[in-house]
């Protein structure tokens, strides 16, 4: 299991009367948690009258929900290489106002993340500058060209935690096919972007009837599904562990359960993107709603929220994606793909909770525990002993997104003026406060 940062010493909390969500043991209960030297010590109804360690901070929780800190397996980061869009910095204060304690940053940086030494350099300039944990996946394909394999051994002992070509579809189903051979061997996960580059050809958003009505180039679903498809076959044969990033369609979950009931090792994510928005956010031709792959139909995103209700899907990403104004002030066929979301993720989720579509504690775990067990982290969790990597919940307060008060790099968000209901009031990594609202 990997470690996140180290531990520091750091005042006592008691975070008294609060819910606390702990899908890592179907915990849903109201009581008094106390974090102590940077881990979880104990969870109990009154802690305060058994006695507390001296100078511990008290903290009023009640209307509050305590959940382990989200793990975001999916953020692309411009550093190193394009720090005008994102700096490892700046990232971890978004994710830190978002309740993501734990950043898995992709390997599509400048240079690629495809050499040991890029996944030191990340790790060590993401300790001295980052205030969340931030964790590196590295190339699966030297260059992200989708020929030769990266040295997955090496990488994985530097720290890459899995191994991906981020937006990058291997289009060589030999080259998959060793790759999760010898992932199997290391026990690396395999994370794919699936879509045939083929059939998605020049499409800018979702194939049909409203795609031709705008005038815009079409991506059918048959993009995403062919591959995945071979892709599980292939995981079947080599017996590897393989991800799919990002799902979006009720063909590929029909891939993903017949896997999953014929046991083998395939899990998936979908973003929250998929989740909250569908095609019709695309008319008026906003460039922030231009995603890869694309936003689908209203249907189409209800299979999905539906899969994560009942666990099929096992993750939720943000998908976050900055990109500046001379990619995205474009007309929508030329602009840039991406929208940010480390900040957003959250607030977009408790949409489903508070809809009713979505139970709290599947979104939690969906959102930091299922992701912490596939990468072998010790996150996700609020068991006695875990790292104190926490997000505190007002579930009923409402508010407005304005894009100007994010903290990322760039404002290409899709919820922009969006109302939620629902925010992180305060965020806790290895148990010292590196977020609160104010």
């Known amino acids: 299991m990997r470690d996140l940062r180290p531990i520091h010493d750091a005042r006592p909390i008691l975070l008294a009367n609060a819910r606390v969500v702990d899908p890592s043991r179907d915990l849903d209960a109201h009581g008094d948690l106390l974090?102590?030297?940077?881990?979880?010590k104990d969870f109990a109804a009154n802690l305060k009258s058994a006695g507390l360690p001296e100078g511990t901070e008290i903290v009023d929780c009640r209307h509050l929900i305590a959940v382990p800190g989200l793990v975001d397996m999916?953020?692309?980061?411009?550093e190193p290489g394009a720090e005008h869009r994102e700096t490892l910095a700046s990232a971890s204060q978004a994710a830190a106002a978002g309740g993501v304690t734990t950043i898995i940053c992709?390997?599509?940086?400048?240079p690629i993340i495809d050499e040991p030494a890029i996944v030191d350099f990340v790790m060590r300039r993401a300790r001295d500058t980052a205030i969340v944990n931030v964790l590196p996946m590295a190339a699966l394909t030297k260059r992200l060209e989708g020929r030769e394999m990266t040295e997955i051994g090496l990488?994985?002992?530097?720290g890459a935690v899995a191994f991906t070509d981020g937006t990058h579809s291997v289009g060589s189903a030999q080259v998959l096919r060793r790759a999760l051979t010898y992932g199997r061997d290391f026990d690396a996960l395999i994370v794919h972007h699936t879509e045939d580059k083929s059939l998605a050809g020049e499409g800018v958003m979702n194939e049909g009837e409203l795609a031709s009505r705008l005038g815009l180039a079409g991506m059918p679903k048959a993009a995403e599904t062919i591959v995945f498809e071979r892709d599980v076959r292939l995981a079947s044969i080599t017996g590897g562990r393989y991800h799919a990033a990002s799902l979006t369609c009720p063909e590929s979950l029909d891939v993903l359960r017949r896997?999953?009931?014929?046991?083998l090792n395939v899990t998936a994510s979908a973003s929250i993107n998929h989740l909250t928005l569908n095609e019709r956010d695309v008319v008026g031709y906003r460039t922030f709603f231009k995603l890869t792959p694309p936003l689908r139909s209203e249907d189409d995103r209800l299979a999905l929220v539906q899969a994560v209700a009942e666990g099929l899907l096992d993750v939720v990403v943000s998908d976050h994606d900055p990109q500046d104004v001379d990619v995205?002030?474009?007309p929508f066929s030329e602009a840039a793909f991406g929208a940010i979301g480390l900040?957003?993720?959250?607030?977009a989720g408790l949409r489903l909770v508070n809809d009713g579509t979505v139970p709290l504690m599947a979104l939690i775990r969906a959102m930091s525990t299922r992701p912490a067990e596939l990468l072998g982290l010790p996150a996700g969790s609020l068991r006695p002993g875990s790292p104190a990597d926490i997000a505190l919940i007002a579930p009923d307060e409402a508010w407005i997104l304005d894009a100007a008060n994010l903290k990322s790099r760039c404002r290409n968000t899709p919820f922009d003026e969006a109302r939620f209901e629902g925010r992180v009031v305060r965020t806790l990594v290895a148990g010292r406060t590196v977020y609160e609202y104010v």
């Open 35 to 40: 974090i102590a030297d940077g881990v979880v």
């Open 74 to 78: 999916r953020a692309f980061i411009g």
């Open 106 to 110: 992709q390997p599509e940086t400048d």
């Open 155 to 158: 990488l994985r002992e530097a």
């Open 259 to 263: 896997a999953k009931d014929a046991g």
């Open 328 to 330: 995205k002030r474009l």
């Open 343 to 347: 900040e957003t993720m959250l607030a």
